[in-house]
Each structure stands twice: as structure tokens, then as C-alpha cells.
T-cell receptor, first 111, second 110 residues
């Protein structure tokens, strides 16, 4: 089976812009979670979607949003980018309640 | 929220020796306990996991032990090899949400 794929792999934006990241889960997986990884804060949970519904949400401002499509693919959007949003954004998919498999991530740099 | 502490933050071992990383968590509702390995430029890779009804699980050179009463679980790597060099994360899980430890950088010296 193909693993979790994320596009794009690298992205450079400027402050104030918005960005959309995409995640395709492992075939058959209906749950998709998003995480932010930074050297200072480590890995932090953003949100989790299951069957197009947000089931869990972490402690991030409303500038961070996501959605899931009927084919389980997911997108996350960050509006009004700030320098502190520079991070590796990771997507993970799951077929069960807990075991999550991660993609390679999207490296976002905000200038 | 879940408070997760992972120790040590760095670990240097001689090839062939064992490595042990401990993870302590606060949420008694956590019921799934995975360990992830992350290599440079890659996403975290699940290497072993354990559920709350099991005390120990082994997969070749890797083992995980769980003490739910004390709220900690540990990763054990035996006969370490250079390819074991990476950052390891524990991620106690409750309700589909993983709470990651800060990570342990393991370096295996040849």
C-alpha cells in the first residue's frame, strides 16, 4: 500500500499570506490528523478529521483550519501567516482508533 | 491536557549496547502507547506500540514496557546498530489525540 503523501513538500510564503497544505491518507484510512513540529514546541496536535467531520481539535488559533473530503483526502489552511508559523506540518492517517501513520511533512517557511 | 515527560533528551551508546528511554504521562485516560522514530527529513515512523491491557511487548530488538499504575512506559532497544541513530518520541494517546514527548536523540557510536 502507498503511504501517506503530502503536497507540497516545501513552501515559502511571506507574512500575511495564506497557505493550503494537502494530505492523501493511506488507502482505506478514514481518519486524518494534522500536527505542527517546531524545534521550540516539538510536535503539537492541530486537529483530527474522520468521515469529513472534525472530531478533535488542539489549542491553535482560528487561523488554522482544515477539512476532509469524501475520499478522505484532507487539507489544512493557515491564514494571515506569521513568522512563528514556520514549521514542519505533518499529516497522519489511521484506520483504527489510535494507530497513526505519518507522511513526510510539508516544510513551511514564512519570511 | 496531557503532560508528557521523556528522558533522557539525548543518549549516546556504543554499538551493540542497549538503550532505554522512559516516558511519563499524566492523563490516566490514555490507553494507547506508541513509540515513533524520526530520521532527518522524514516524518515519524511507528516502531512499536502497546495497549493498556498489556504490560510488555517485544519485536525483535525493540521492546516496550508499560506501568499504567505509575503512568510510565519505556522503550528498550537491544544490540544497537548505527541505523538506530535517530530521534525517538513517545506519544501516549487518548481519544485519537497523540501527545508527544519532547524526543530523545539517540546516537549509536561505531
Amino acid at each position: 500500500k502507498a503511504g501517506v503523501t503530502q503536497t507540497p513538500r516545501y513552501l515559502i510564503k511571506t507574512r500575511g499570506q495564506q497557505v493550503t497544505l494537502s494530505c492523501s491518507p493511506i488507502s482505506g484510512h478514514r481518519s486524518v490528523s494534522w500536527y505542527q513540529q517546531t524545534p521550540g514546541q516539538g510536535l503539537q496536535f492541530l486537529f483530527e478529521y474522520f468521515s469529513e467531520t472534525q472530531r478533535n481539535k488542539g489549542n491553535f488559533p482560528g487561523r488554522f483550519s482544515g477539512r476532509q473530503f469524501s475520499n478522505s483526502r484532507s487539507e489544512m489552511n493557515v491564514s494571515t501567516l506569521e513568522l512563528g508559523d514556520s514549521a514542519l506540518y505533518l499529516c497522519a492517517s489511521s484506520s483504527t482508533a489510535d494507530t497513526q501513520y505519518f507522511g513526510p511533512g510539508t516544510r513551511l517557511t514564512v519570511l | 491536557g496531557e503532560n508528557v515527560e521523556q528522558h533522557p533528551s539525548t543518549l549516546s551508546v556504543q554499538e551493540g549496547d542497549s538503550a532505554v528511554i522512559k516516558c511519563t504521562y499524566s492523563d490516566s485516560a490514555s490507553n494507547y502507547f506508541p513509540w515513533y522514530k524520526q530520521e532527518l527529513g522524514k516524518g515519524p515512523q511507528l516502531i512499536i506500540d502497546i495497549r493498556s491491557n498489556v504490560g510488555e511487548k517485544k519485536d525483535q530488538r525493540i521492546a516496550v514496557t508499560l506501568n499504567k499504575t505509575a503512568k510510565h512506559f519505556s522503550l528498550h532497544i537491544t544490540e544497537t546498530q548505527p541505523e538506530d541513530s535517530a530521534v525517538y518520541f513517545c506519544a501516549p494517546t487518548n481519544d485519537y489525540k497523540l501527545s508527544f514527548g519532547a524526543g530523545t536523540t539517540v546516537t549509536v557510536r561505531a
